[in-house]
């Protein structure tokens, strides 16, 4: 499931092929993502308008573009939730069988597709307004991370999944977080001590900037096999896996710790997965 640093990646691949460009139809094949938006509100939005902007806040993506009418500044809130994907492809080409939203751009189609119906693309933006602070960000202040984690009784595994505690952190991060800051992962929150906190918050600016900076500098999949200009987020056949190769315990089951050469351990909270290195992150 994509987190911050995909999403980012995403955002800034995606920002400087559709700026300028102005939607010239609108096909919506499931009505449900754009939820709570109507069908014809979003097409009377959309049609005509223009693209200025891309970008990203926690794991959402925000579109802005220009209406067409008035050119008042409209937002459109993207979520991958957990297979979404957006990408460019030529007008020639078929749009995928789990296409959802089809904007045409001119010569290209800007395609929402997502197998799994958990994503979201709507005129709603209220989901942001409830996040927490961007963790890349100075909003994201150590004293009051820890005065947050003091008031939760939560593992502090599962609260760095609570969005607004800090915002974007999911499965994955909070598990390659804990692991660098040495943190056991079903410690209750708010008996981290002083020196856990500092090394939480230094861990979680520092597993999302090294995933967007190494997101960032090898390619995204192209994959060839359908038509170049085909433009994903996530993996083609045959492609290397450079995010799983940058993880250190996450999906690490069994394997050695990259420090210590212990084995990795999976453990259930909150019916999800959490990895981690017993030997380097005991209390
Ligand atoms: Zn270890």
Known sequence: ???????????????????????????????????PTSLRKFRQALLGAKFTGLTRRGKYLLFQLHAKTGGEPVTLLGHLGMTGRFFLARKNVRPPRHAAVVLDLGGENLIYEDTRYFGRLTLDTSAVTRLGPEPLESVFEKSAFGRSLKQSRQAIKIKLLDQTLVAGIGNIYSSEALF??????????????????????????????????????????????????????????????????RLRVYDRAGRPCPDCGGLIKRIRQAGRSTFYCPCCQSA
Not at 193 to 215: F, M, P, S, Y
């Open 180 to 245: 660098r800051a040495r943190i056991p992962p079903r410690l209750p929150a708010r008996r981290l001590t002083v020196l856990q906190v500092a090394r939480l918050w230094r861990a979680i600016r520092k597993v999302l900037a090294e995933a967007i900076e190494g997101g960032s500098t090898v390619p995204l999949n192209f994959d060839g096999s359908r038509s170049n200009g085909l433009f994903y987020f996530g993996q083609a056949a045959g492609t290397p896996d450079y995010y799983e190769e």
């Open 1 to 35: 499931m994509p987190e911050l640093p995909e999403v980012e990646v995403l955002a800034r691949h995606l920002r400087p092929l559709i700026r300028g460009k102005t939607i010239r139809g609108v096909n919506v094949r499931r009505a449900k993502v754009l939820a």
